[in-house]
């Protein structure tokens, strides 16, 4: 390890650290404000793991998000909750290889317009299932698991997607998905398989998503597939991606935070106008800051350098 | 004449001196009491159409209500209700996040349900640990009783799944008995949460009851075209049509059935049938649709409160929930006036133990459930009447439902 790298692993535990002391704090809306951070922390991050290279631009997160919800949801009764967690991370996986496998091959449009359609396919399958098999009555996920509980796991789960970033970022694997993204054709025509390449990434974005969906479900109590197979969770995670940078690992994270907290602010003042407001915030963001949070930061930083 | 109007004038504004004097010199606390009261609902999103028609004005004609008439009679005084609105965005995450910045933020006193099923239980377990009374309303589920067990702060007020597939069933062989209608019912239902949940519930009641299921069909939510759906139904010449559908497909099973001519003595669709909007939107085609809910709006009550939820919002009260959902802020006034103060423990202990008079009439609540409810409703001239009930009274007898004109 060089000493940068040292210092941020560093930062990143200190700052991990300090995340979880928030539920000891007696303040429940910065508990809540603190999960749907750490939620789309650890979305956009997984997410980036693969669009970031690559640029291909993901909308499929909500599809899995969904399917590790229903998992807990349809389970819940006949399996422990930790078993179902892991049985949805194997689900998740297989669906995303099964998805990479048939449209990785594809590239640009093609591949945005399969994964937006893929969580109200996946959605219709799921209903479909459960009109068939007749389940009596709703999906009830009611557990133990308070809202701390879900804190810290989606911070744990954070930690490990940093250092599979880490670690992918610094393995020949990164450098062949950087090759993929700067070019498709040179990186074939140097040897890479980037096909499977792709997959692999792909698997761990996807999977990751169907992890952070089963964690959730106990926090929700009442499983409906509008809410779990929202198409809005796909956009949120893709927005914030962007704002915070993707091309750097903390660069989703510097988004998520005051995405959230402009979107939360806007919500209690502006209650009737929410939407309207967004919408000039995000003209703004485009117009002052096209590079996202991570480039004003990096900006700023080498400026900082050159003058010392 | 003249005279009279000035004299009329002098006496109120010397009426307002007074009242600003006391305002001013004497009693200020007492003047400046208030109840804060916390609202998270959905204005956007998916469930934003339902909560403005059933929920949100409510919420302004109960506040309206309480703060002409002087405010709540506390110990220490009246005090005015002051309501501190969210947006839920229809998302249960964010309706968690609004119900723990209503407490830990707003500090409010008291916080109102919010609306739909999910909704209130994703939000039960905060209430819970918060510690405030939550009257849930627009949530029909089979789990109160595990519900209640779990949450000693919670309350129903709109009854249970079975009931309402039940009491379908119950009148469906009322009609058979008096040779209105045959055997055969056509089922269909919207695939999702509440829709799988009722038609998997009717099944086998349908079954127990001796009627034969010719057709059972569901269509997935947000469904454009349902066209085929009628069109299978009415092939398999049924005798009954029920449609366990959500608001947007309410609407459109109703316009096809029309077109289509699916000509049933007993035709029943769910929710969103007692909405004024659906019978704006059929006229006199509406006249004999059964649908869920019901109320009885000719007592003097609810023709009290129909006038003037108009009046104050501007606006027609559904048929079913709006006046139950009015019912359950009557119902927590109440108990904080019986308390006398904003004793969030003592106000849910008060709740559990006495009756309330409100615009729905008496409300008492067993295990915290409600069990006094309308089930069955049915367009008769220009009002939703409940044909079916738990526990109350005043359910007109079912019509036949004359052919589409």
Redesign the interface.
Same mark, same amino acid.
């Given at each position: 390890m060089t000493r940068t790298e040292i210092r941020n692993f560093l930062i990143t535990i200190v700052l991990f650290a300090l995340a979880a002391l928030i539920p000891l704090s007696?303040?429940?809306?910065?508990?809540?404000?603190g !999960?749907?951070i750490a939620?789309y922390m650890v979305l956009s991050t997984s997410w980036a793991l693969f669009s970031g290279p690559t640029h291909y631009i993901s909308l499929a997160t909500g599809a899995f998000y969904g399917i590790g919800m229903f998992t807990v949801g349809v389970g819940i009764e006949l399996l422990p909750y930790w078993v179902l967690v892991v049985v949805a991370a194997v689900i998740g996986a297989v669906v995303a290889a099964l998805v990479g496998l048939a449209t990785l091959r594809l590239s640009g449009v093609y591949f945005v317009i399969f994964t937006l359609g893929l969580a109200e396919l996946i959605r219709?399958i799921v209903?479909?299932v459960?009109?068939t098999m007749? #389940?009596? #009555?709703?999906?009830?996920v009611?557990t133990n698991i308070?809202?701390p509980i879900i804190f810290w796991e989606l911070l744990i789960l954070g930690i490990i997607v940093y250092f599979i970033g880490w670690w992918i970022n610094r393995s020949r694997l990164g450098f062949a998905l950087r090759i993929i993204g700067n070019d498709e054709v040179v990186a074939v025509h140097s040897g890479i398989n980037t096909a499977a390449a792709k997959i692999i990434l792909f698997v761990v974005s996807g999977t990751v998503a169907t992890i952070v969906g089963a964690l959730?479900a106990p926090?929700?109590?009442? !499983?409906?597939?509008? !809410?779990a197979f #929202?198409p809005?969770l796909s956009f949120i995670v893709v927005i914030t991606a962007l704002l915070g940078g993707a091309q750097r690992l903390w660069g989703p994270i510097v988004g998520v935070i005051p995405f959230m907290l402009v979107w939360?602010f806007l919500?209690?003042t502006f209650?009737?106008q929410?939407?309207l407001m967004l919408g000039i915030c995000f003209l703004l963001v485009v117009y002052a800051i096209p590079n996202g949070f991570a480039g004003l930061i990096e900006k700023y930083s080498h400026r900082l350098r050159g003058r010392t | 004449m003249k005279t009279f109007l000035n004299s009329k004038k002098l006496m109120l504004s010397v009426a307002a001196a007074a009242f600003t004097a006391v305002g001013v010199f004497g009693g200020d606390a007492a003047a400046q009491q208030t109840i804060k009261m916390g609202m998270s609902a959905p204005k956007t999103g998916p469930l934003a159409g339902g909560a403005t028609v059933t929920h949100w004005p409510n919420v302004k004609l109960w506040v309206h209500d309480v703060n002409s008439r002087g405010g709540l009679k506390l110990k220490n005084g009246r005090a005015k209700v002051e309501v501190i609105e969210y947006d839920d965005r229809t998302n249960p995450g964010e309706a968690i996040k609004n119900i723990n910045r209503l407490a830990t933020q707003d500090k409010v006193d008291f916080i109102l349900a919010p609306f739909g099923t999910g909704f209130n239980l994703a939000t039960a377990p905060i209430f819970n640990k918060l510690g405030y009374p939550q009257l849930a309303v627009s949530a029909i589920t089979d789990k109160i009783p595990t519900l209640t067990k779990r949450y000693d702060n919670i309350f129903f007020m709109l009854g249970s799944t079975s009931t309402f597939t039940g009491s379908v069933v119950k009148i469906l062989k009322k009609m058979r008995s008096d040779g209105k209608i045959g055997n055969r019912v056509a089922m269909v239902n919207v695939a999702d949460a509440f829709g799988i949940e009722l038609a998997a519930a009717a099944r086998p009641v349908f079954k127990e009851a001796g009627f034969e299921i010719v057709y059972d069909k569901s269509y997935p939510l947000g469904a454009k075209d349902l066209s085929p759906i009628v069109k299978g139904a009415k092939a398999s010449n049924p005798d009954a049509f029920v449609a366990w559908s959500y608001p947007p497909d309410t609407f459109a099973l109703t316009a096809q059935a029309r077109i289509n001519k699916l000509d049933v003595k007993a035709y029943y669709t769910a929710v969103a049938t007692p909405f004024p909007s659906f019978k704006g939107k059929f006229k006199d085609a509406a006249e004999g649709i059964l649908g869920a809910g019901g109320i009885n709006p000719d007592t003097p009550e609810l023709k009290a409160y129909f006038k003037r939820h108009k009046e104050v919002t501007g606006k027609d009260a559904d048929y079913w929930a709006s006046a139950v959902t009015y019912a359950s802020f009557e119902v927590l006034g109440q108990a904080i006036e019986g308390v006398g103060s904003i004793d969030r423990k003592a106000v849910t202990e008060y709740i559990k133990q006495h009756e309330f008079k409100t615009v729905i009439g008496p409300v008492k609540f067993v295990n915290q459930n409600s069990e006094r409810f309308w089930t069955v409703g049915q367009w008769q001239g220009n009002k939703f009447y409940g044909v079916s009930s738990e526990g109350r009274p005043g359910a007109r007898p079912v019509i036949d439902k004359p052919d589409w004109k």
């Open positions: 007696d303040s429940g809306f910065w508990l809540s404000m !999960i749907t939620t219709q209903t479909w459960q009109t007749g #389940s009596s #009555s709703g999906l009830y009611l308070t809202e959730l926090r929700l109590s009442y !499983i409906e597939s509008s !809410i #929202s809005m939360d919500t209690a209650p009737n929410t939407t | -």
